[in-house]
Nanobody, 129 residues
């Protein structure tokens, strides 16, 4: 049984940082590209960041570029999302996602949720102004 368990969310103030972590089990972690998505209140789930199977290639939503960093540790079956300079627009439930395909060379991430094989339960991030 595949499980993706997120942690690290919480309530912070604008300008603060958070690091999310997602521990995967029940799958061969290094065989999956990994991603993070955010669902803001009243909105659809949206792509935030993704990392290739070996960690060498990353993709970011425009809103995350320059502030967020996705990374992975295949030895620990864990993917991270370092979020700096948080603002209230970053508020939402953050979901970890596993994709058996390859994100290397993808030209667009707008429809990336269609390629996800497994989802975590999510962790709440709230940024106050």
């Amino acid at each position: 049984q595949v499980q993706l368990v997120e942690s690290g969310g919480g309530l912070v103030q604008a300008g603060d940082s958070l690091r999310l972590a997602c521990v995967a089990s029940g799958l061969t972690f290094s065989s999956f590209s990994m991603g993070w998505f955010r669902q803001a209140p009243g909105q659809e789930r949206a792509f935030v960041a993704a990392v290739s199977k070996n960690g060498a290639s990353t993709h970011y939503a425009d809103s995350a570029k320059g502030r967020f960093t996705i990374s992975r540790d295949n030895a620990k079956n864990t993917v991270y999302l370092q979020m700096n300079s948080l603002n209230p627009e970053d508020t939402g439930v953050y979901y970890c996602a596993a994709d058996s395909g390859d994100v290397v060379g993808r030209q667009s991430m707008g429809d990336y949720s269609d390629y996800i094989d497994f989802w975590g339960q999510g962790t709440q991030v709230t940024v106050s102004s």
